[in-house]
């Protein structure tokens, strides 16, 4: 099976990041490497895209983020720390629930139920 | 990682973030963090058994079309940086004619809210002549002491462009920021000279307004002395609000001409 492109995801990354984020909070780079991991090194996602949905889902309230104390050896720049608010747990249960719905009805059209 | 490697790696950063339209803080934060992750990146990439350009090109690879990343970041710009981007002004205005903007606009919000109190407040019993010309004479202050403050914000701002290195932050806690900020000289003698020709203009409104009401004797000085603390107070908190928007403003600002003056090729995209 080939790799997830960028493209495939295209909808559900914010509710992807919201259940990395369910496993504790996280920087960017985190939230990416726990995609990869759950993705089982399939998923193949252009990592600039991954700040514009978190900054959505910051505005939508879904998620907090606060700047790390230090860069931690990183020179120039710090990192934000996100964390999942009790707004973005309800937002990914539905999101959850409208993915199953959607996989009942692909899976009936395309003969593959799941 | 070498200052070369830093600098490409903010080219491909600024790439993504440079046409965003959107205010200098929200830039600023994209930019920060936009770069730790590729820096992030480039380490993990600098890690493997590969040469160096070959990890900054996996780096660029792994961050995806400048372009794209630009129309996403865009997307997620909310309605109200509008408001942000007017506070901030456009990064080349001359100070003197953002403080005027900034000014005018207090005086119109003020005049927007005195009007809808005067209308509700009015609604049973109409305003007499009486009751309204006082209101109305005060009314005739506000663009004074408002750009009184503006041209306070403006002079301190003109001071601060000189001193090399700014002790406060938009992240520090404000007790911090004033207190550092105190500890430069130029700062220093912005806060004591802004403060005193505040307090001076405040209480020449005080006393000009009240110049037809009181005769001339000891009640009239009396007065005015007594109002001394209150001015005081309102000339302080003029001071350390300005502050606190002037020293955010010179640090906006600084961070903005440092990545303007990267060097990006529109055509090219993303370094290689």
Known sequence: MGAIQGDKLRGHLEAMVLSTLERGEAHGLEILHRLEEAGCGLLRLKEGSLYPALYRLEAAGAVKAVWEAEPHGRRGARRRIYRLTPKGQRQLEAGRVEWQHFVRVLGGILGAPA | MNESTLTQLKILVEHAVRPVRASMSRKWKMREELLAHVVGV?????????????????????????????????????????????????????????????????????????????????????????????????????????????????????????????????????????????????????????????????????????????????????????????????ASLCVIGGLVFVLQNVERRRHHEEWASLQIDPERGAPA
């Open chain 2, 42 to 234: 480039f380490e993990e990439e600098a890690a493997k058994p590969c040469d160096h350009q070959a990890a900054l090109e996996r780096t660029a690879r792994r961050f995806g079309s400048p372009a794209e990343v630009t129309g996403q970041l865009q997307g997620s710009i909310p309605a109200s940086d509008v408001m942000v981007r007017f506070f901030e002004g456009r990064p080349g205005e001359p100070m003197l004619r953002g403080a005027l903007r900034i000014a005018w606009f207090m005086v119109a919000g003020g005049l927007v809210m005195l009007a809808t109190v005067l209308v509700v407040a009015g609604w049973d019993r109409p305003w007499s002549w009486e009751e309204l010309m006082p209101i109305c004479s005060n009314l005739a202050y506000w663009p004074l002491v408002f750009f009184g403050v503006a041209l306070m914000m403006w002079w301190m701002e003109k001071l601060l462009r000189g001193v090399q290195r700014l002790p406060a932050s938009p992240r520090m806690g404000l007790v911090k920021s004033i207190t550092s900020a105190w500890a430069v000289p130029a700062m220093r003698r912005s806060m004591i000279v802004g403060g005193l020709c505040q307090f001076l203009l405040l209480m020449s409104i005080y006393i000009g307004a009240n110049w037809p009401t009181q005769p001339m004797g000891w009640s009239h000085v009396t007065s005015v002395l007594g109002t001394v603390p209150a001015m005081a107070f309102k």
